[in-house]
């Protein structure tokens, strides 16, 4: 499939993982991503792990498949005017670079952009550009537990716990993604680029709205739920015989759906539990009546017979139970690399029916300085001589 954004060239000066995410998505979506890593060692994310492929750890792989790798030393005179001459050529420049770096190389967003008016430049940071924690780096784990992200996963009485997944750095790299389209689509009818900027703790923020924007405007927090929400009842996951089982009554219609499908019709007339708002202030008395019922059957059982009563529900699956699972192999969302025996999971989404793939492995160190030679190295115009 032709890539939706061939032809768009990108500089990344990413590490590890959230400036690096932002370049693979636009590499999967057909842009021509040159990643510019340390002469020394590169990315800290080729060490992040074993060796998997060529050297590299498999977390590297993932992040940066299908890019190419250009090796610079920034600290150095000719070092920083290769980079100038690809910046010259670049449509989009992306950076998770510590604060203060791209001041201290000239290669920060108000000096690139005076000097190429073309260029959307995007930038992500832990702590964000303004405040006084501007200059602060961090990662994933601090800026969850900062941001209050941390306090609301798990359930009442545990201690606070980071989501599994690195969901600010994706996140922020996520948005990048967002706003780079967005100033492509403006570039297209202005000829101007811009300043993009978005942090980890903007987005960890942005996820948990729904309990600070409670907070804000109603003065309490909902209580915490392992699995459940702080809105609905029942809403979160159950033992069965032989594994959880998550149930979602979103509205009475489904829970009176769920009653009959558990041959307790009298749920629906008793008064603590007729309505959403009355099972929220009885939910400890229902739960009491629930749960025993549900462990007396296996999960399969229960899945049969909610889904035949039209009462949302789906197990509670291992990674490799959701991987085998005949929806996620229709989906064909993990996807085999062109030219490699190496299976990753590709973007989440389809265009024109079909899904954006990785174009290949993540690049050597410096694999394609030789590909770029004429614009690192340019030859000096030749001198005429007089006959």
């Known amino acids: 499939m032709a890539g939706v954004l061939d032809g768009v060239r990108v500089l990344e000066l990413g590490q590890v993982l ?26 800290d994310a080729r060490r992040m792990g074993p060796a998997f492929r060529h050297g590299d750890a498999l977390n590297f792989h993932i992040f940066n498949r299908g890019k190419q790798s250009v090796a610079l030393d920034l600290k150095t005179e000719a070092g920083r005017a290769h980079l100038e001459r690809l910046t010259a050529q670049a449509d989009v420049f992306i950076h998770n670079l510590r604060p203060g770096v791209p001041e201290a190389l000239g290669i920060d967003g108000a000096t690139l952009c005076a000097r190429h008016p073309r260029l959307i430049y995007g930038e992500i940071s832990a702590f964000g550009p303004i405040g006084p924690m501007a200059m602060r780096p961090g990662y994933e784990p601090l800026l969850q537990a900062f941001s209050g992200l941390s306090s609301t996963n798990g359930g009442e009485g545990d201690p606070p716990m980071r989501s599994g997944a690195s969901v600010c750095d994706q996140g922020s790299g996520m948005w990048l993604v967002i706003g780079v389209l967005a100033l492509l689509h ?6 101007r680029g811009g300043l993009l900027t978005t942090s980890l703790l903007e987005t960890a923020l942005a996820w948990n709205a729904q309990k600070s924007d ?9 209580l915490r739920h392992r699995s459940g929400h702080p809105g609905f009842v029942p809403y979160e ?7 959880p089982l998550l149930i979602c009554c979103g509205n009475d219609r489904l829970f009176a759906k769920l009653a009959h499908a558990l041959a307790r019709p009298d749920w629906i007339d008793d008064p603590r539990f007729a309505t959403n708002r009355a099972r929220l202030q009885h939910k400890a008395a229902l739960f009491e009546q629930l749960a025993p019922l549900l462990r007396a059957h296996t999960r399969a059982d229960w899945t049969d017979r909610f889904e035949a009563a039209g009462v ?14 005949p929806q996620v192999q229709a989906l064909g969302m993990q996807a085999s690399v062109a030219g490699a025996d190496v299976t990753l999971t590709a973007l989440p ?28 190295f340019p030859v000096p115009p030749r001198q005429e001589t007089t006959p």
């Open 18 to 43: 959230a400036g690096p995410f932002a370049g693979a998505i636009l590499a999967d979506l057909g842009a021509e991503v040159i990643k510019i890593e340390r002469t020394e060692g590169g990315d």
């Open 214 to 222: 409670a907070w804000t405007n109603e003065g309490q927090l909902p």
């Open 312 to 325: 949302p529900c789906a197990p509670v699956h291992s990674v490799p139970e959701a991987l085998a699972h």
């Open 186 to 191: 403006r570039r297209a009818q202005t000829g």
């Open 349 to 376: 989404l389809r265009i024109d029916g079909e899904r954006p793939l990785a174009r290949g492995l993540a690049p050597q160190l410096g694999a394609d300085n030789a590909r770029h030679e004429a614009s690192l």
């Open 237 to 243: 996951a159950f033992d069965t015989a032989d594994g």
